[in-house]
């Protein structure tokens, strides 16, 4: 290594070290509101640490668990570091969930308020270190919405059985209070961030705030992870060892999961992508084929939809396909696949559909692409854009060709004859190559 580039590293390392010095973060940035929304979460947070020491005693055997929540908390971070970054890159702009819930809602249940406080922030300091360095005042709000999460489960646990906090009664009692304290800790949580992520990114579709169902089920299985942590750490403490192996296990399968989700979907729609697309049709077309049965092709082209973007901007335009791929969704069956092939082209399949019928959801699809309404964002503005149509090419098996390669390029066709005969309309495929094409 040069010394010349031995000293462009030291400046770098230089720089981002006072890139994290608190004055420097990127948090004085943001939006008044978002500022006042950050700093608000974490005074509270700090305001609630505070005034919980000395409300419950600390025993010796609290500062155990301590360390074992700590401790198996970082084995398990260390040991999924790399699984855990892909997953945090790959949930950018939505909430992001993870399984470290296991460790911090066992120290709800079990530890004085201070103390799990500590757990919650040990475990995103560390978490921050050997993960992913997202901007600083990001780990700072997450921890503190945890820690306000962490509060209302303890006080739900306290307002059930006083006198057992920290801890919670055994029976069908202990059993309430332990998921009413895990959906206190998930709502706490729930709320703050995605105000978080409204604040920050106003024009983005509400649904990203809220994130996926499949996500909270995560959650979920967290908190039940958790809750078992501490009924192990109460009886066989040895045992959380065991739960580490179940945890990298239930890592993998989420990494695996999401990746297979992510190769499959358009990330613009959130349809099926080409690849994907392409293959299910490959799969249909050799059903239809075996057992003789009908298969339609939509293929769906947005008519002078440049205009749309050159008129309205580019996250106009986004808007613009998001709601068509919505309207697209809810006008066809639930074992029909509607994919984006690229641009505003949509694909369409129809298994087990006649000519006929593919034809008719052909019109009804153009007739509701037409009569779409919505209200797009633009640098003035809210803006209507109700300008949108579309032109529609069908084809079907076996009319229209005997093998998928020959029913896509009909489809194809019939499209740009659709759209060279006048536009918003539907063509179908014609049964055979002397037969011209028909409106």
């Known amino acids: 290594m040069s010394i010349r580039h031995r000293l462009a590293q030291r400046r770098l390392r230089r720089r981002d070290d006072r890139a994290r010095l608190p004055a420097r973060w990127a948090l004085w940035s943001q939006p008044r509101s ?3 929304y950050l700093l608000t979460v974490e005074i509270v947070a700090a305001a609630v ?3 919980t020491f000395g409300l419950v005693p600390v025993t010796r055997s609290d500062w155990i668990r301590l360390l074992v929540l700590v401790g198996g908390s970082a084995i398990h971070l260390e040991a999924a570091r790399d699984i855990e970054r892909l997953r945090k890159v790959g949930a950018e702009g939505i909430p992001y969930v993870n399984l470290k819930g296991m460790w911090t809602f066992a120290g709800v249940l079990l530890l004085p308020p201070p103390l799990a406080a500590a757990l919650i922030l040990s475990t995103y300091v560390h978490s921050w270190l050997r993960v992913r360095r997202v901007p600083p005042y990001r780990s700072v709000f997450t921890a503190s919405t945890l820690v306000l999460a962490g509060a209302a489960g303890a006080v739900v646990l306290a307002a059930i059985r006083p006198g057992v906090y920290p801890g919670y009664p055994s029976g069908a009692l202990g059993l309430l209070a332990v998921v009413a304290a895990g959906l206190a800790y998930w709502f706490v949580n729930y709320v703050l961030v995605a105000g978080a992520i409204v604040l920050s990114n106003p024009d983005a579709p509400g649904r990203n705030a809220l994130g996926r169902l499949s996500d909270q089920l995560i959650v979920a299985g967290s908190l039940g992870l958790g809750a078992a942590t501490a009924a192990l750490l109460l ?3 040895w045992t959380v060892a065991v739960l580490l192996l179940t945890i990298l296990g239930l890592h993998r399968a989420l990494l695996v999961d999401q990746f297979q989700a992510e190769s499959r979907t ?4 959130g349809l099926a992508n080409a690849a994907f697309w392409h293959e299910i049709a490959r799969r249909e077309f050799a059903g239809a084929e075996r057992t003789n049965s009908p298969l339609g092709v939509l293929y769906v082209d947005l008519d002078h939809f440049k205009t749309v973007n050159d008129t309205y ?4 335009g986004d808007e613009a396909l998001n709601a068509v791929a919505a309207e697209l969704r809810h006008e066809v069956r639930d074992n029909d696949l509607v994919g984006r092939l690229g641009g505003e082209e949509f694909a369409i399949l129809l298994p087990q559909t006649s000519a006929a019928d593919t034809a008719l959801a052909a019109e009804r699809i153009r007739r ?8 797009v964002t633009t640098g003035s503005g809210p803006v209507l854009c109700d300008t949108i149509t579309c032109s529609i090419g069908v084809a079907t098996y076996p009319e229209s060709g005997s093998s998928l390669d020959e029913l896509q390029m ?30």
């Open 368 to 375: 509701r692409v037409a009569a779409l309404a919505i209200t």
């Open 49 to 51: 640490i505070g005034t």
């Open 266 to 269: 358009d990330p613009k729609t």
């Open 235 to 237: 009886s066989e403490p």
């Open 34 to 36: 978002v500022l006042g």
């Open 313 to 316: 901007g580019h996250l106009a």
């Open 410 to 439: 009909a489809a194809d066709l019939a499209m740009y004859h659709a759209k060279d005969t006048g536009r918003n309309r539907v063509v179908s495929a014609p049964a055979s190559e002397t037969d011209l094409p028909t409106a």
